[in-house]
């Protein structure tokens, strides 16, 4: 298997998964496989499950020990915290300010890393992601390079089950990389593009409905509803116009 082939094998089984939605108190069908007790140490039904959700998909793919071995978890003492997970990436100079698919991103909220998923693809400054417990389901989100609410991105030791590596560059990255910065482009209404579309996935993780069209990369009049309601609960000028301000706003978690 190569690099390519384990990372797309994870995507692929996350890809699966969207749409799927917790039941009552956090409940989901993830914390019920057997697996996952081993590698906590301890039962995690119904608690707050986006790291539980990137666990079961390493482990769903690859199996418990290298599932575990490719997200640097011992096996009694793993963590379905996020910020403990992210701790293990960097203790082993595997976490990265540069993403690339497959790697486990971690987020910023109110000032501490308290979310993950797993990313899907990168492209046109925009990092494409698959997120447990994204608004209670699993769901695709988008957003900015570089964005504030970016913690990082722990890069899985795919080592453990590569044994026909791709481009040698890939086996050993540059563990220290300057983060990335991009100038925002300003969003209006009648634009379709990548842009938008990591607006819209940041508008509604916030819970700013897009009407029924969702994320779908078209600033139409339902997606400039959504910027208004949000520039008026952020203080911001009621303009329906996504600039500098109204992103920086849009970043902050």
């Keep these: 298997m190569t690099i390519s082939e384990a990372r797309q094998k994870l995507i692929d089984w996350a890809a699966g998964e969207v749409d799927y939605s917790e039941g009552a108190n956090n409940y989901n069908k993830y914390a019920e496989d057997s697996r996952l007790v081993k590698l906590y140490g301890w039962n995690v039904q119904n608690q707050p499950w986006c790291d539980i959700f990137t666990d079961e998909a390493f482990i769903a793919v690859f199996g418990l020990e290298d599932g575990a071995k490719m997200t640097y978890q011992p096996l009694g003492d793993g963590s379905a915290a996020c910020w403990r997970s992210a701790q293990f990436f960097k203790d ?18 109110k000032g501490q890393i308290n979310h993950q998923g797993i990313v899907e693809s990168i492209s046109g400054g925009i990092v494409n992601t698959i997120e447990g417990n994204s608004s209670d389901s699993v769901a695709r989100r988008a957003y900015a390079l570089g964005a504030a609410n970016i913690a990082g991105y722990g890069r899985p030791n795919w080592s453990v089950v590569v044994d026909s590596p791709d481009d040698p560059k890939e086996e050993e990255p540059d563990p220290v990389q300057e983060p990335i910065t991009i100038e925002l482009p300003i969003l209006r209404n009648g634009m379709c593009n990548s842009y938008v579309a990591a607006a819209q996935g940041i508008l509604s993780a916030k819970r700013f409905s897009l009407g029924p069209w ?20 952020n203080g911001l000028t009621r303009d329906g116009v996504v600039g500098r301000e109204t992103w920086a706003k849009l970043f902050e978690w």
């Excluded at 082993?92 to 790697?103: K, M, V």
């Excluded at 994320?215 to 609960?233: K, P």
């Design 92 to 109: 082993h100079d595997a976490f990265y300010q540069s993403p690339e698919p497959g790697d486990v991103i971690f987020y910023y909220v």
């Design 214 to 233: 969702g994320v779908d990369g078209e600033f139409g009049t339902a997606t400039m509803t959504a910027v208004q309601n949000f520039q008026t609960r």
